[in-house]
């Protein structure tokens, strides 16, 4: 019975041990399914996939560095000054389960308790498309030592004015596609230089050859297809070409592509989208865009806008090799702070269009401000020069550019309500380690901003907005004129912008003051009651 008995103990302690032992099958495929094969599958822009547990067990000790260093999933903004859509962040506890299971061994577990594994055609993740389109294949020559941008001009065949609802590129050869710039062109100068050139396509460094052509859209490796909210869109006229400006690296030599552009129109819309280079080292930079070798500097670009509130979709910063840091925000004319984008680390490979989780109101005559910091010197390991060389200006990767691209359209009552991104946000909690904070953003945006209500005058509900730069237990509280405390509004406390919507029905027309109290003091903005 004694024998019995621990034999029967023995096995209850493997089975608990199993139970508590961290697999590939009941812990790992979900998180790598999730965040990391949307790249990371057969055919994908990845380099090797992990759908499988072979092909994530041999790539195990590389999986476990890039997530601790926060190399992967690439996301190079910082989630502790905004948090942007479509985050691609791993939490701490699915770091920590990671970590722990390549440290102990990386073992499968019992397969029947893995999810599915996902599905990846490549195909058009928009369904049908209304138009699709694909470039002629073209071949790096074999004798190329320098990148190429190459525009490829292609007829829409459009007979009457449409509107760009969402747009999905697809590398024919992601291995050598390093981004994508798609712009469209009425002047018929993109068709002649196509069809002047012997290409397929033409080369051409600075934009398409002609500043007629309107900037429509981009790609990068890692991006979605881009979906405009309900009765947004972009314009194409009809009968204009869709010009693509494809940039392979150098080193591809011989390798081909035929890369697709998919599109879903529509005959209209309400709302135009417009997207520029607002910030721009042509027009609003404070010095000559030069970078001395072996220094470290920091430009800025500013541009007041016009007497017109508009709405933000997007950002975009954009440089090459010496960049290392960004730093992007608004200072509106009551002196509140917007901030729109910080990147610590700059990483060439993963930038992108970065939409807002709502659409962001930027009130008339707002100042738009950039910092980009370059690092010239061998400390960057980015620099295509060795020994560092003075960097100047222009359309090489080896130049250098600095340009902050907005998507927006003038502002309408409600926007700050519209969603462009409903997942749950992760909760950051302070645990995202040590992000080189920028110094120049620790005195812009160091205690929390409220922006005004909207709409303001309200009739039955309103969007409270508030930002938070660190972790900080706030309230909302709304007071009469006189004083009286009338109501407390539930708030949210994560890291970056907080929206509330709020019940004014419940209120009396008058006048109200709301007042965010924070560790740091108290913001107070009116709202104003109607029936």
Known sequence: ???????????????????????WASNIAPIFYNNCTKCHHTDGIAPFSLVDYNDAFQQAENIKSDVN???????????????????????????????????DGAPMGDTTLAPVKPVYTNGSQLGTPSLSLTIPTFTVPVNQTTDIYQCFAIPSNLVTDQFITAMEIVPGNPSIVHHVLVYQDTTGICAALDSASPGPGYLNFGGVGTNKAILIGGWVPGASPSFMPANFGIKIFKNAYIVLQIHYPAGDNGRSDSTKINLLLANSISRQVSMAPILNYFTNINAPLSIPADSIITFNEHYQLPNIDISALSVAPHNHLIGQKWLSY???????????????????????????????????????????????????????????????AGDFTTDEMMLVY?????????????????????????????????????SIVSTPQLYDAAP????????????????????????????RLVDQVNATNIIGFNN?????????????????????????KQLVVTR
């Open 456 to 483: 303001n005058p309200a009739n039955n509900e309103t969007l409270i907005t508030y930002y938070l730069p660190g972790a900080d237990k706030v309230e909302l509280k709304v007071f009469d004129l006189q004083g």
């Open 69 to 103: 260093i926060k190399k992967m999933p690439p996301w190079s903004p910082d989630p502790t000054y905004t948090r942007l859509a479509y985050e691609r962040l791993l939490t701490p506890a699915e770091i920590s389960l990671i970590t722990d299971w390549v440290n």
């Open 500 to 524: 509330i919507k709020y019940n004014t029905s419940k209120l009396q027309s008058a006048t109200y003051l709301i007042s965010l109290v924070s560790s740091s003091g108290v913001k107070t």
């Open 330 to 392: 608004g200072i509106t004319p009551v002196n509140d702070t917007i901030p729109f984008i910080r990147i610590n680390n700059w990483d060439f490979h993963w930038q992108g269009f970065y939409n807002f989780r709502n659409i962001m109101k930027i009130p008339a005559q707002t100042t738009l401000w950039a910092y980009c910091t370059y690092n010239n010197t061998s400390s960057n390991l980015n620099n295509p020069n060795t020994p560092p060389i003075t960097v100047n």
């Open 1 to 23: 019975m004694r024998k019995f008995t621990f034999l029967l103990l023995c096995l209850l302690l493997v089975k608990l041990e199993n139970a508590q032992s961290i697999t």
């Open 406 to 442: 907005f998507s927006y359209t003038p502002y309408q009552t409600g926007d700050e309500n519209i969603q462009l991104d409903t997942s749950a946000l992760i909760n950051l909690n302070d645990t995202l380690g040590p992000l080189g904070l920028n110094e120049v953003a620790k």
